[in-house]
């Protein structure tokens, strides 16, 4: 039978014909549902996270349960209004990389940390010593500051303020440096062979080839939830690939281009396990070691998380009020009014996870667009993906199976993924419509890209300065902002001059 349209709160409503489906932030899902919409949102930020953590050195069960605690926070203190999940970020990888291979660092660690670090450097081991670690953690807990700062600025003053200090012609070249300087890296992974394999080198370019190709044509051809996956997938080719060629050398040693973790190595610094460990056992804890070098070299590049959050806030506030108008609700969910607290939020986010031994995040793109595909903005979706991220990583055979994965498979993916870092810098400058045309910009960009490019190149990433090694990108970014503000001195009197004639 036709239902007729029932009025409600000024709006028309269908009973039973094309409801709109989907959840807004304050809204539930049922029990089954809403574990399986957790489960997706893990799915999700899992491939880039674990990348994050293979290419640091950091530990993956101690970065997958930051993620799921800095999470937590986040929506806590956002007022469990803003549905966004926090993940580790790509930014910092070459601050990091720079940091603990630097000689300030090498020198206050132990003699066995410091062999675990050079055997690190040269692809013998999957993991940084907890020493060095713990010092990278100081400066990540202190980078925290700058997007507190930021979101203070943001609540007191206004957006406006924040984009005067770092305007797009300097966290655009700034997000350019952080990938392009990373290139050596990528290459040099994309060749690495497993500690036994001796087969023909040629062949550990078809997995890191196969597995960036992949990649890129799942990123360009497959749609919806898949579109979202293209790391996971084409991950996945690149262990296929490898397989066969193991299975194809007579499966011996010499063809096999896994790297075996045994569960000893895997747990050696866990805080607790299950008898041996073998099947549980809790993350690698650690404290922060405070560094002067650490905040140098890792503080600034806060900096370029600013605008990607920002412009994440932008995305879901209109993908949310989209959904509530269709769904028929009065109530207005204005989460842009909320920059300030979401960037406060990805500030602590950074304090919680450098604290237990993490690598620096922030919130989540592929989340966002998964729940802009769904319809589910759910904050209890993403409580729930925190708690089941925090209870995944505690599973020894999964963390084994991560480590596993080639080192050439992650080569494949690093082209992609810090090629598109570089490319993203480009499209903030163009987004906020950059005045090439600028001495004032020309300069900014120019000396921000050559100082972190050049210091990468002829400096191994560390620029020797009055006695101090300053990280390449660090460097680049705070000279880019004394310029700006030396450049932008006397430009509103300029202004009001131009207007007057």
Not at 148 to 172: C, H
Not at 226 to 236: F, T
Not at 324 to 338: D, Q, R, W
Not at 407 to 432: C, H, N, R, S
Request: with cysteine; charged share 15%; net charge neutral.
């Amino acid at each position: 039978m036709y239902a007729f349209p029932k009025k409600k709160k000024g709006k028309f409503t269908m009973n039973n014909r094309n409801p709109v489906v989907g959840y807004l932030p304050d809204e539930r899902p049922t029990t089954w549902r809403l574990f399986l919409y957790a489960l997706q949102q893990v799915i999700v930020m899992f491939p880039a996270t674990v990348t994050v953590a293979l290419i640091t050195g950091f530990q993956v069960s101690t970065t997958i349960f930051a993620s799921g605690l800095a999470t937590l926070f986040f929506i806590l203190i956002t007022g469990k209004k803003i549905p966004l999940y926090y993940g580790s970020s790509f930014a910092y990888l070459t601050a990091i990389a720079g940091l603990v291979t630097s000689e300030a660092i090498m020198g206050k660690l132990s003699p066995e940390a410091l062999e675990q670090l050079n055997a690190w450097k040269d692809g013998l081991v999957a993991t940084l010593p907890m020493e060095a670690v713990q010092y990278a953690q100081f400066g990540i807990v202190m980078s925290g500051f700058i997007s507190i700062i930021a979101g203070l600025i943001v609540r007191f003053s206004g957006a406006k303020a924040v984009e005067k200090i770092l305007p797009a012609s300097i966290t655009g070249p700034v997000a350019m440096i952080i990938g392009l300087t990373l290139a050596g890296n990528a290459l040099g992974d994309a060749y690495t062979a497993s500690a036994t394999f001796t087969g023909d080198s040629g062949l550990v370019w078809v997995v890191s080839l196969s597995t960036l190709l992949s990649t890129i044509l799942f990123s360009r051809y497959f749609k919806g939830f898949l579109g979202q996956l293209p790391l996971l997938l084409g991950a996945g080719v690149g262990c296929l690939v490898a397989a066969v060629i193991y299975w194809i050398g007579g499966s011996t040693a010499d063809y096999n281009l896994f790297d075996i973790m045994s569960v000893d190595m895997v747990v050696a610094d866990s805080t607790w396990k299950l008898g041996t460990g073998s099947f549980f056992a809790l993350p690698a804890f650690s404290l922060p070691k405070i560094s002067l070098e650490a905040v140098l070299a890792i503080m600034p590049v806060a900096i370029a998380t600013i605008p990607e959050s920002t412009a994440h806030m932008y995305q879901l506030d209109i993908y949310v009020n989209d959904i509530a108008k269709k769904k028929g609700t009065e109530k207005k969910y204005n989460l842009i009014s909320m920059l300030d607290r979401n960037l406060i939020g990805d500030g602590i986010g950074d304090m919680i996870t450098g604290f237990i031994g993490g690598p620096a995040g922030t919130n989540y793109g592929e989340n966002i667009s998964t729940m802009a595909i769904t319809k589910v903005f759910s904050v209890p979706v993403l409580i729930v993906a925190a708690i089941l991220a925090m209870i995944i990583s505690c599973f020894t055979p999964l963390i084994q199976a991560i480590y596993a994965i080639p080192t050439a498979v992650i080569g494949g993916l690093e082209i992609y993924l810090f090629g598109a870092i570089a490319a993203q810098g480009i499209a903030i400058m163009i987004d906020k419509k950059v005045d090439m045309f600028s001495a004032k910009n020309i300069a900014v960009i120019a000396s921000i890209i050559v100082i972190g490019v050049g210091g990468q190149y002829a400096f191994g990433g560390n620029i020797p300065f009055f006695g101090m090694d300053i990280p390449c990108v660090a460097g680049a970014a705070i000279f880019g902002i004394l310029l700006n503000l030396l450049l932008s001195i006397g430009e509103k009197k300029e202004e009001k001059e131009e207007i007057q004639e």
